[in-house]
């Protein structure tokens, strides 16, 4: 089953601002949040499959990095760490991730 990502238009709730919501295939997307019921909008990207993928906060506690393309030269950080822009632009090296302080090997 797909995990879809969503996002808080307002204020978020205990879910965080991005949530992830297990969904079938033919569902339609959620327009509000399960928990709070205030609008939410489906975050653009290829949904994540349980089986066999780690979620990015699990990618992101074993030290990965992850971007996920979100526009032509534009990467969603989906890792970003404290200070680490979320959105890198390819033409602005000051939004790229600090790779310098995650890899230790
Ligand atoms: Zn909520």
Do not use: W
């Not at 879910?15 to 997307?29: A, I, K, S, W």
């Not at 030269?73 to 890198?88: H, Q």
Request: charged letters at 35%.
């Amino acid at each position: 089953m797909p995990v879809y990502e969503y996002e808080h238009l307002e204020e978020p709730c205990e879910r965080g601002l991005v949530f992830e919501e297990t969904q079938y295939m033919n569902d339609l997307p959620l327009t509000t949040c399960p928990d709070c019921g205030r609008p939410v909008r489906k975050v653009f990207g290829a949904p994540r499959y349980l089986k066999g993928q780690k979620s990015n906060a699990e990618l992101k506690d074993l030290g990965f990095t992850k971007l996920v393309r979100r526009d032509d030269g534009i990467y969603e950080n989906v890792t970003a760490r404290d200070g680490e822009s979320k959105i890198m632009d390819r033409r602005k090296p000051e939004t790229f991730p600090h790779l310098h302080k995650t890899i230790q090997d």
